[in-house]
């Protein structure tokens, strides 16, 4: 089984380089795609420098800060068009998706078509965030739950494992958003079509560094992006 995991990036220069060398020390048959939105903080050559290291390190820098949901897409494009890969991972850069979940999200991945790590299972662990974003997260994960039906506890982490089958059944042209909500809309599409998902725990801790860009303007186009989702999409 060959597995591709994709990592958008922005100004992680701090963090790439471990994170890759994490990754690649599990006793797992794994490439690794970065796909970089031009980081002006040199994330990009840190990553190329890598590639000529490691072959199974491969890099697409975009012209532009475009969206985490955009990077992922042109990843899951990259592993489609190579004809190779049998599952596609999708994990951030910063260190809050631990890598030794991998092994066991690789696992789960042989029984359904969607595995998601989800903050929000009994045995799952948020370390780090403030009372506001544990709140918000919480009942936007309700509020998309309510609206969406689809079996999963958490709608908005991107630590994610696709099938084939199911990367290839995106329909990445009816995709309108690019914030996180991008997770929702992917779920939504494939809930739709019939492909099965399955939750498990992870420990999901706060970036270390940097602040959250959480405003009341992302609240509410969150709120609005599910809405839709449901009654126009």
């Known amino acids: 089984m060959r597995i591709l995991v994709i990592i958008p990036t922005y100004n992680e220069n701090d963090n790439i380089v471990k994170l890759i060398d994490n990754v690649l020390r599990l006793n797992i048959e794994i490439d690794i795609l970065v796909v970089d939105d031009n980081s002006p903080d040199g994330t990009s050559h840190s990553v190329k420098l890598?590639?000529?290291?490691?072959?199974?390190?491969?890099?697409?820098?975009?012209?532009?800060?475009?969206?985490?949901?955009?990077?992922?897409?042109?990843?899951?494009?990259?592993?489609?068009?190579?004809?190779?890969y049998d599952k596609i991972i999708e994990m951030d850069a910063d260190f809050s998706h631990n890598p030794e979940e991998l092994p066991l999200i690789i696992q789960k991945s042989k029984e359904v078509d969607v595995v998601i790590g989800s903050r929000y299972l009994s045995k799952s662990k948020i370390v780090g965030w403030p009372l506001q974003r544990r709140v918000f997260s919480k009942l936007a994960n309700l509020y998309a739950l309510v609206l969406l039906n689809i079996p999963i506890s958490d709608y908005t982490n991107g630590y994610r494992c696709y099938s084939l089958e199911a990367a290839k059944s995106i329909e990445a042209d009816k995709i309108k958003s690019k914030g996180y909500i991008v997770l929702s809309e992917i779920a939504y599409q494939l809930h739709k079509k019939g492909f099965k998902f399955i939750d498990v725990p992870t420990l999901f801790v706060n970036r270390k560094r940097g602040i959250s860009n959480l405003n009341l303007n992302e609240i509410l186009s969150a709120f609005k992006g599910v809405w839709n989702l449901r009654f126009n999409g």
């Open 50 to 84: 890598q590639t000529k290291l490691n072959h199974r390190v491969n890099l697409i820098t975009r012209t532009k800060k475009d969206g985490r949901g955009g990077a992922v897409m042109e990843g899951i494009k990259y592993a489609i068009n190579k004809g190779s």
